[in-house]
């Protein structure tokens, strides 16, 4: 037998390549798909028969396959998220008598075991550094005053007198309202009339903070409390906002086991740090918000009461920007003053048919969506007057509405499409804006939405989002 007769003989290779653990794909000097083994197509809920003949980036999420054909240079051990995972992507170009002919691509986990313990480790160190991340920003200074707070309507009037009134307190105060309401905006304007104004804000989102954290980043630890502990320790956020304001926002996503140690710092006024022997007494003010019903979570029995009496020492309800209707105008106009100094833009106006929509519309996500509408308005505008075609489609289907009540028939029609794309642009709507407010993270988006993860890719997929 000759070395040739040893050879694999040619109808192996695809077995193979099905065969092996790793996920592979293979795709041509197009860049199209040309072959994606069974780990692949399992992982990414798809079949060879979608997947085959199309460009590599509609199937495989954040890819670089096609940079590959580019460079002509291998990528290797490259993180790519996909399907909300960090894995580890290897990508080598194809050459064949010395040109390029395509490229294949691996996508690394062994083992379903090993991947799960590679992915909790990865996953919980980016959490921990988005965390950081984020709160680092905006750490320790107070950015608002009641001055900021805009609106004149007497609802929001009550709510702004009531806070300036108490801001000087040193009791708790417990801000609610939907999201986007200014509750943030509040907080910080109290801290800064108060007499702690020229001490820290310390804000701690409590819905963000990965749980396994909460405790040492509330309370702090001593050196050697447990593995990965730093030396000398680290201080709390009570201690950090040592005679200022502690803001503890979305406190009604606080877990029990929390709400527990929490409630025993507001009454003893001490803090214990993890590993610590001895308490430390703090001088904290504290600030509490939400968007959650408190009362109907302690009923249900997943918030303390005596946390709730606590904390809810003075209330204030924020109203909701639809029953302060009168002022929506103010407010954008306000808006957009700040969205002309950063866009380096002058004298931008609404048209009045804008006005129109803007009181007629329900706003479920408050000033914060007011603000994403003017600012999205203000990128797609080369005038200087915002009209209804510069508005989301969301917003001019309430012009749909409006017109069915107010005007004639002919111009409803005339306004009219197939159903089917109008849900479709609703859907694509829907989907940026959950992307949006969840950050670009596409399973919290998915949450937002109530879908599952896998309608999510697929709809992402569709609308090219
Ligand atoms: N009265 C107001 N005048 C001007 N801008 C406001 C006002 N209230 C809120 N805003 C703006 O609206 C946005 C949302 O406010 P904020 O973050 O305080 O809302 P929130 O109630 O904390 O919302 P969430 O519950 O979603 O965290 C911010 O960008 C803020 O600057
Ligand atoms: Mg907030």
């Known amino acids: 037998m000759t070395l040739k007769d040893w050879n694999i003989p040619h109808g192996w ?30 992982f990414l809920e798809t079949t060879k028969e979608e997947a085959v003949g199309k460009p590599v980036q509609n199937v495989i999420e954040n890819t670089r396959m096609h940079m590959v054909l580019k460079t002509g240079q291998a990528e290797l051990s490259a993180i790519q998220s996909i399907k909300g995972n960090e894995m580890v992507a290897n990508r080598y170009p194809i050459y064949l008598d010395g040109e390029i002919a395509g490229a294949v691509g691996t996508v690394k986990f062994r083992n379903r075991q090993e991947w799960v313990e590679y992915a909790r480790k990865i996953q919980s160190l980016l959490e921990e550094l988005n965390y950081y991340k984020t709160t680092l920003e905006g750490a320790l200074e107070s950015k608002y005053s009641f001055e900021d707070l805009i609106g004149q309507s007497k609802p929001f009037l009550e709510a702004k007198q009531l806070a300036e009134r108490v801001a000087g307190s040193q009791s708790s105060v ?26 820290p804000f310390v804000r701690v989102n409590c819905a963000s903070i990965p749980e396994h954290l909460l405790e040492s980043e509330l309370f702090g630890y001593e050196e050697g409390a447990f593995t990965g502990a730093k030396r000398g320790g680290k201080k709390g956020k009570f201690q950090l906002a040592h005679r200022g304001t502690i803001f503890l926002d979305e406190i009604g996503d606080m877990p029990l086991a929390m709400q ?15 590993g610590g022997q001895a308490p ?21 029995g997943t918030f303390r009461q005596d946390l709730y009496y606590r904390l809810n020492v003075i209330k204030i309800d924020i109203p909701p920007l639809r029953e302060r209707k009168d002022d929506i105008v103010r407010i954008a106009q306000f808006l957009l003053k700040k969205l002309e100094r950063n ?39 080369d005038q200087a007057e915002i009209h209804v075609t510069h508005l989301p489609l969301y917003l001019r289907d309430d012009e749909k509405q409006m017109m069915h009540s107010n005007e004639s028939k002919e111009e409803a029609t005339s306004t009219l499409q197939p159903l089917k794309e109008t849900i479709m642009a609703a859907e694509k709507e ?3 804006q959950a992307l949006k407010a969840a950050e670009g993270n596409k399973l919290a988006a998915a949450r937002l939405l109530d879908i599952s993860k896998t309608s999510f890719y697929d709809k992402c997929k569709l609308y090219n989002v």
């Open 280 to 300: 430390i007494p703090i001088d904290v003010r504290v600030i509490a918000a939400t968007h959650r019903n408190l009362e109907k979570m302690v009923q249900e």
């Open 343 to 381: 866009f380096n833009r002058h004298g931008i106006q609404l048209s009045e048919e804008v006005v129109k929509r803007l009181q007629y519309h329900n706003w479920p996500g408050n000033i914060r969506e007011l603000e994403n509408v003017l600012e999205r308005a203000v990128n797609v505008l």
């Open 430 to 432: 829907a989907i940026m």
């Open 13 to 42: 290779f695809e077995e193979i390549i099905n065969s092996i653990g790793e996920c592979v794909v293979i795709i041509d000097r197009e860049g199209m798909v040309r072959h994606l083994n069974n780990a692949y197509c399992k």
């Open 174 to 199: 417990l801000l609610l309202g939907e999201s986007g309401t200014g509750k943030e905006l509040f907080a910080h304007a109290m801290h800064q009339r108060s007499s702690r104004g020229p001490f």
């Open 260 to 274: 527990n140690k929490l409630l025993r710092v507001l009454q003893e006024k001490e803090i214990e740090r993890v």
